[in-house]
């Protein structure tokens, strides 16, 4: 299993750009969701998905979209990137099944904007 | 709504110095309870976590107990290492927020000196 993936690693984009931030699982989990950190905020939730289909906004959804048409994946996209949404996303993933709730992280996309 | 709050750091540290980080939780219901660690420059892991009132979970020499009379999930090591050299998140599922997603504190970064 190659657990939770995203790419890019690494990412500079101009003010008004637009970009996809993918994550994928293999793990056949119905939960994924989207983190930002930043220094001294620990991670904000951005969106998060409880199935296919389904998604929802969390704490700071704010220029950023989803959708979930597969339960493997969970692309988060940029519409029109902002100095604001300069920071550090992270992708996880859970399922409600077996009585556990653990959480499991991708590697994380670093993106700039200038 | 859910919050989390830890100690604000850097926590110092001697190596085989004896290590607290303080965490505290608001939340309704019954939530379970996390600490992930972030190495530098790397994801969060799972470090340990608990699911009920009392429960303690353990992992590398690691522990913390849940107590929901304090609200409380401290994080505690007898004697550290320089390989312990990260920053911890404690974080919290359940309660207003659902089973879906984390609650995370701001993070305490530790460094372990030789």
Same mark, same amino acid.
């Given at each position: 299993?190659?657990?939770?993936?995203?790419?890019?690693?690494?990412?500079?984009?101009?003010?008004?750009?637009?970009?996809?931030?993918?994550?994928?699982?293999?793990?056949?989990?119905?939960?994924?969701?989207?983190?930002?950190?930043?220094?001294?905020?620990?991670?904000?939730?951005?969106?998060?998905?409880?199935?296919?289909?389904?998604?929802?906004?969390?704490?700071?959804?704010?220029?950023?979209?989803?959708?979930?048409?597969?339960?493997?994946?969970?692309?988060?996209?940029?519409?029109?990137?902002?100095?604001?949404?300069?920071?550090?996303?992270?992708?996880?993933?859970?399922?409600?099944?077996?009585?556990?709730?653990?959480?499991?992280?991708?590697?994380?996309?670093?993106?700039?904007?200038? | 709504?859910?919050?989390?709050?830890?100690?604000?750091?850097?926590?110092?540290?001697?190596?085989?110095?004896?290590?607290?980080?303080?965490?505290?939780?608001?939340?309704?219901?019954?939530?379970?309870?996390?600490?992930?660690?972030?190495?530098?420059?790397?994801?969060?892991?799972?470090?340990?976590?608990?699911?009920? #009132?009392?429960?303690? =979970?353990?992992?590398?020499?690691?522990?913390? $107990?849940?107590? *929901?009379? !304090?609200?409380?999930?401290?994080?505690?090591?007898?004697?550290?290492?320089?390989?312990?050299?990260?920053?911890?998140?404690? #974080?919290?599922?359940? =309660?207003?927020?659902?089973?879906?997603?984390? $609650?995370?504190? *701001?993070? !305490?970064?530790?460094?372990?000196?030789?």
């Amino acid at each position: 299993n190659a657990g939770v993936t995203q790419t890019p690693k690494f990412q500079v984009l101009k003010t008004g750009q637009s970009m996809t931030l993918q994550c994928a699982q293999d793990m056949n989990h119905e939960y994924m969701s989207w983190y930002r950190q930043d220094p001294g905020m620990g991670l904000r939730l951005i969106h998060y998905s409880v199935g296919a289909g389904i998604t929802d906004q969390g704490e700071v959804p704010n220029g950023y979209n989803v959708s979930r048409s597969t339960t493997e994946d969970f692309p988060l996209r940029l519409l029109s990137a902002a100095p604001s949404q300069t920071s550090v996303y992270f992708c996880a993933s859970s399922t409600p099944r077996w009585g556990t709730d653990t959480q499991y992280f991708g590697p994380g996309t670093r993106l700039t904007v200038l | 709504g859910d919050s989390v709050t830890q100690m604000e750091g850097p926590v110092t540290l001697s190596e085989e110095a004896f290590l607290t980080i303080n965490c505290t939780y608001t939340a309704t219901g019954y939530p379970s309870l996390f600490w992930y660690v972030q190495y530098p420059g790397e994801g969060l892991q799972l470090l340990l976590k608990a699911t009920k #009132a009392d429960d303690k =979970g353990s992992n590398k020499g690691f522990e913390a $107990t849940y107590r *929901k009379e !304090t609200t409380s999930f401290h994080l505690e090591k007898g004697s550290v290492q320089v390989s312990d050299s990260a920053v911890y998140f404690c #974080a919290l599922s359940g =309660g207003n927020s659902g089973y879906s997603t984390l $609650t995370f504190g *701001k993070g !305490t970064m530790l460094l372990v000196s030789p």
